[in-house]
């Protein structure tokens, strides 16, 4: 089984080299070749790994970790002399010198690094799966940008770099392994963040870094209270295994706010929004799909100890209010992206809420979350270039017309939206366990699930208006054009368009398969106690919860079907008549609605910042 | 059975003032009030010409207001009758004879029932109502046509406007002529 | 079995039922103007001759959209009677709003799209207060299951009586009544959002609107547990409420009906949260 797992940490890596060599004509086919055969590795992983696989690599690997994360972090250091950017300095040095002392304390001898569990397979599949799509459709996005050739070539490089980062962060159990690959995932977005190279990009590429930045210094300060508090080696199955020791908050708590780093939430959101200056296949693929992912996903592997503590308390609260903050900050946005990124930020903080709460069915709630929001929202993200690159738009408020111009385009996104919006999606399965859940919290007396509730249900009917801003403008079209071709966007544009919508139907279709073949296993895994799933007639009983199957599976001929059918259907022997406006035969220019919500997100940081505070009193006490 | 009966039953109005002196609308919005309450004929101002059956016009047509009261006609949907309602509807009235007018909504559109007095009063306005709908109910679904539209038809990816269609019909008729 | 025929006769006459409110309503807001109104069946009669009408539409989505809206609409209510999960209910009435919605959107009429803004900006309003709603009652039932709800043995609603008044609050948003009928709104944007339905595809659009009616009533009749007497007695009373405040309040602008609905009934079905909680 190593060779396997090993080979997607290097796979990727010899083929981000082999692009750099090879003439571009090639990248088409070396970036399928490599796509599918890192899905299907991430596949078979899947299906063979169920118990936690735990394996280590040559010792004298560590010293080559040390020795990267203080290149790395020299780097850093660098950039920051020479951009006199004197955040990026001090952090840096911070983590420089506290390195050097963890590493001088830090007992030496690491039994095992790496330790893949269901979760992290789960992981490599979103990773390697949408990846390769992005990466398809980076070929031909490339085409269009406007650089030099070898800078292609490095585009995709980088990113097959990221992906073996990505597939390294999931399976490190070494925090200071772990610590390496944040920092390299940290680098690829401060890279892509800057590619373009004008002076936005490169100021927002600095917010990026300085965030992520402070992320790895609470990192490694974790990994400071871990050897303080005298746990061993600094891994998460020893941090897990300490989990009702005195003083383990603080170590929770610490990598907590690092998870929050990585997740964008609020008073750390700017790097994210600001990350919407680089090509859209890196926001599509860092900044919605997997990167900020690393932040669930933490809270997930935290969560059995992290369960039932004060601080998952806080990371309650504050991922609750930043889902509906977020939620309210977009509707101030015009741009598309940043619509996208602010939705993006209110979903990973419900994700980030669900797994912090940590009882299986929450677990449940936040991988589903997780799948179907790495699906929909780089779809969403994949649509936003094709309308950058064949449409040329950028806001929503040029988007008038689009139904007429791009009328399958407009479909997608319909479909993107909706789904992460009404039944019988999985981004709705996710909202409706949580709200379900919290339910059950409240039950228990427990006043403080109640607030949260509120958010959940507030920030998802801000969420369902957000969306219906974007759609308003974009779905109308006059009479006269009733039957109109599907546009011609390029085959690696529609083909990558194609198989994400595949992947979301079949995943809609086959969720109560997946729940029983995917998600349970992986929550078996993680809360340690086996997830009950069992059919029973037409409803579905996972644990506690009962999903009725029936209205799901008629739910899907409402929605999903209509919306296409709409799209092709075509009444005969009826009249059209123009539409109704008083009788004038003006052409009206439409524009979405715009609310102004300049005087309420100033007070969004500031929360943010307190209840960032509140962590650490609350690991504290 | 025979669905015809229900349009007696239920006629929804769209009353559209071809710039006259609102005399005649104040007398028509009276007719909806307590004491005259058309409500109980089942009928409605609906405001929109597609959910419409009987247009009730005022107002002499004037030069800006008839490409609109043309467009409404032509966006009702068949079987409708017109009611033009009060003096200047019917003949021009007063306004006869002016720069700006034209003599009646005749000019433009079929009219069904002539309901006179300037302003007509709401008995008046009600009886003409009643008595368009029973040539409602002999209507058919046939498209009606306005009467001066000699536009030629422009088809646009296979479909044309209906009153593009209308004014086709009106055009063969013409050219027939 | 038993308590089977009736959920599912109340489905299939669903839009008979509604369609009978709607009448009754209209003779009942005639009255209170001292009119005589039209006669009961009058939505019937105007049913059967839209089904006459020329068939004319703007474009196939828009008038397909419609349909989907009334079959979705009445499935979300099929659920609810049949005692489903009332987050799935809300969530599917909410799907079926959106098909309106992006029906409203699909056209390039002013007029509709007007009224699509406020029909979402309607759903702003009423959805988080639903959704609490939900949530008291899986606190008072211990289910979120309707069917937990129609066989609890204590009237509900004086369980959560503030959670009654704040439902109360939002009905004139969702059945689109004075002073919260901005998405509607005949005199100002002439109905929004079904004003390029015409003819049989109307039909659709105007007979969702009596399947509101028995959404929301059945809404109401949910704060009356297993009384069925009580239960009726809500239902009459919110129906005169519904209609005497149709009655006698103007229109609010759509800033005025979000504002409240957030800071009244939502704050009022947040309170009755809490105060499940506690007691």
């Not at chain 1, 590619?195 to 992320?215: C, H, I, Y």
């Not at chain 2, 015809?4 to 006259?20: D, M």
Request: aromatic fraction near 12%; hydrophobic fraction near 55%.
């Amino acid at each position: 089984m190593i060779p396997v797992i090993l080979s997607l940490f290097i796979f990727p890596v010899i083929t981000g080299l082999i692009l750099l060599i090879l003439p571009w004509k090639t990248t088409k086919f070396i970036v399928i070749i490599s796509a599918l055969s890192l899905s299907a590795i991430s596949v078979y992983l899947f299906i063979n790994i169920d118990q936690p696989y735990y394996f280590a690599v040559p010792q004298y690997l560590n010293k080559v970790v040390a020795g990267f994360d203080i290149l790395l972090l020299i780097y850093f250091g660098w950039i920051a002399l020479r951009l006199k950017n004197w955040k990026i300095g001090i952090l840096s040095a911070l983590q420089l010198a506290l390195l050097f002392y963890l590493l001088r304390v830090l007992p030496s001898s690491h039994s095992m690094q790496f330790m893949v569990d269901k979760l992290a397979v789960f992981m490599y599949l979103i990773i390697n799966i949408i990846s390769g799509i992005i990466a398809f459709y980076a070929t031909r996005y490339m085409e269009e940008e406007d650089c030099s050739l070898s800078r292609k070539k490095y585009f995709l490089s980088v990113m097959f770099f990221f992906i073996a980062a990505m597939n390294m962060v999931v399976s490190a159990d070494d925090l200071e392994y772990f610590y390496l690959f944040f920092e390299l995932t940290t680098l690829a977005s401060f890279l892509f963040i800057g590619f373009r190279k004008d002076p936005e990009s490169v100021r927002n590429a600095l917010t990026a870094l300085w965030m992520n930045q402070a992320g790895g210094l609470v990192i490694l300060a974790a990994i400071f209270f871990i050897a303080y508090n005298g746990y061993g080696a600094a891994t998460f199955s020893n941090l897990m295994a300490n989990g009702s020791a005195s003083g383990v908050l603080i170590p929770l708590a610490l990598l907590g706010m690092g998870a929050l780093v990585k997740g964008a939430q609020i008073p750390f959101s700017n790097w994210l929004l600001g990350a919407m200056v680089a090509p859209t296949p890196v926001s599509a693929l860092l900044h919605s799909s997997t990167m900020v992912k690393i932040a669930p996903f933490m809270i997930l592997r935290l969560s059995p100890v992290l369960k039932d503590t004060p601080v998952a308390m806080v990371l309650v609260a504050l991922s609750g209010f930043v889902f509906l903050a977020s939620a309210i900050g977009a509707l101030a946005q015009d741009n598309f992206k940043k619509i996208l990124a602010h939705s993006t930020i209110a979903l990973l903080a419900l994700m980030i809420m669900m797994a912090a709460i940590g009882t299986p069915a929450t677990i449940l709630a936040s991988l589903i979350l997780i799948l179907f929001h790495a699906i929909s929202k780089s779809m969403l993200f994949l649509n936003a270039g094709i309308l950058e690159k064949v449409f040329h738009i950028k806001q929503t408020s040029d988007m008038d017309r689009l139904g007429e111009t791009g009328p399958f385009t407009s479909l997608a996104i319909t479909i993107g939206f909706m789904s992460l919006l009404i039944p019988p999606f999985g981004a709705f399965i996710g909202k409706w366990l949580s709200i379900e859940t919290l339910g059950s919290f409240a039950g228990n007396k427990n006043i403080f699930a109640v607030f949260v509730i509120i958010a959940v249900a507030c920030g998802g009917a801000v969420l369902a208006f957000l969306y219906f801003k974007v759609l308003g403008i974009m779905i109308s079209r006059s009479g006269e054009h009733d039957r109109i071709p599907f546009e011609n966007t390029g085959t690696v544009f529609s083909v990558s368009i194609y198989i994400l919508l595949v992947m979301l139907f079949t995943s809609m279709l086959a969720l109560p398969v997946m729940l029983t073949g995917i998600f349970v296993p992986v929550v078996s895994g993680l809360s340690g106690v086996p997830l009950m799933a069992a059919y029973s007639g037409f409803t579905l009983q996972v644990g506690d919860l009962a999903i009725p199957l029936l209205p799901m599976m008629a739910a899907i001929v409402l929605f999903p079907v209509t919306v296409i059918v709409a799209m092709f259907l075509r009444f005969k022997k009826v009249d059209r008549a123009k539409e109704y406006a008083c009788g004038e035969k003006i052409n009206y220019s439409f524009s979405s609605f715009y609310f102004s919500t300049e005087r309420v997100t100033p007070w969004f940081s500031i929360i943010g910042v307190l209840c960032l505070i509140a962590l650490l009193v609350a690991a504290c006490i | 059975m025979k669905l015809a009966v229900y349009r007696k039953k239920s006629p929804w109005i769209l009353h559209y003032n071809a710039g006259g002196c609102n005399g005649c609308d104040i007398e028509i919005l009276a007719c909806l009030g307590p004491k005259y309450d058309i409500e109980r004929f089942g009928m409605i101002n609906s405001g929109n010409p597609k959910q419409s059956d009987i247009l009730l016009v005022t107002g002499p047509v004037t030069k800006r207001s008839r490409e609109r009261l043309v467009e409404v006609y032509a966006q009702m949907p068949e079987p409708k009758v017109v009611v033009s309602c009060g003096a200047c509807a019917c003949t021009g009235g007063v306004f006869r004879g002016m720069y700006n007018c034209e003599g009646g909504i005749d000019q433009y559109i079929p009219v069904d029932v002539y309901v006179c007095g300037c302003g007509s009063r709401p008995e008046q306005i009600i009886d003409g109502v009643i008595k368009a709908l029973d040539i409602l109910e002999r209507k058919t679904l046939e498209l009606e046509v306005s009467v001066r539209l000699k536009k030629v038809p422009v088809e646009e990816n296979g479909q044309v406007n209906r009153r593009e269609v209308a004014a086709k019909i009106i055009h063969t008729q013409h050219t027939y002529e | 079995m038993k308590g089977f025929i009736i959920p599912v006769l109340l489905i299939i006459l669903a839009p008979f039922i509604g369609g009978l409110v709607h009448g009754l309503e209209r003779i009942v807001r005639a009255r209170m103007q001292r009119r005589i109104g039209p006669p009961l069946l009058q939505p019937f009669y105007d049913f059967l001759k839209l089904a006459g009408k020329r068939k004319m539409i703007v474009h196939s989505a828009h008038a397909f959209l419609g349909i989907m809206h009334f079959v979705s609409l009445w499935f979300a209510l099929a659920l609810l009677l049949l005692g489903g999960d009332l987050i799935l209910v809300i969530f599917l009435h909410l799907l079926s709003t959106s098909l309106l919605i992006l029906a409203g959107y699909s056209t390039r009429s002013i007029f509709s799209h007007l009224g699509a803004n406020r029909t979402a900006i309607s759903i702003l309003a009423y959805e988080p207060v639903l959704i609490i709603l939900a949530v008291s009652f899986y606190l008072v039932t211990g289910s979120f299951e309707t069917a937990a709800v129609f066989n609890y043995d204590k009237p509900l609603l004086l369980e959560m009586p503030l959670a009654f008044v704040a439902l109360l609050l939002i009905l004139p948003v969702k059945l689109k009544k004075s002073p919260f009928d901005v998405a509607e709104a005949h005199q100002e944007i002439t109905g929004g959002t079904e004003i390029e339905f015409s003819g049989i595809f109307y039909e659709a659009v105007y007979t969702a609107k009596w399947l509101d009616y028995v959404f929301c009533y059945t809404l109401v009749y949910l704060f009356a547990g297993n009384n069925i007497l009580l239960g009726a007695a809500l239902i009459l009373f919110t129906f005169i409420y519904v209609n005497a405040l149709d009655n006698s309040s103007a229109r609010v602008n759509y800033k005025q009906m979000l504002r409240f609905s957030l800071a009244v009934a939502f704050s009022l079905a947040f309170l009755n949260l809490i105060l499940n909680i506690v007691i």
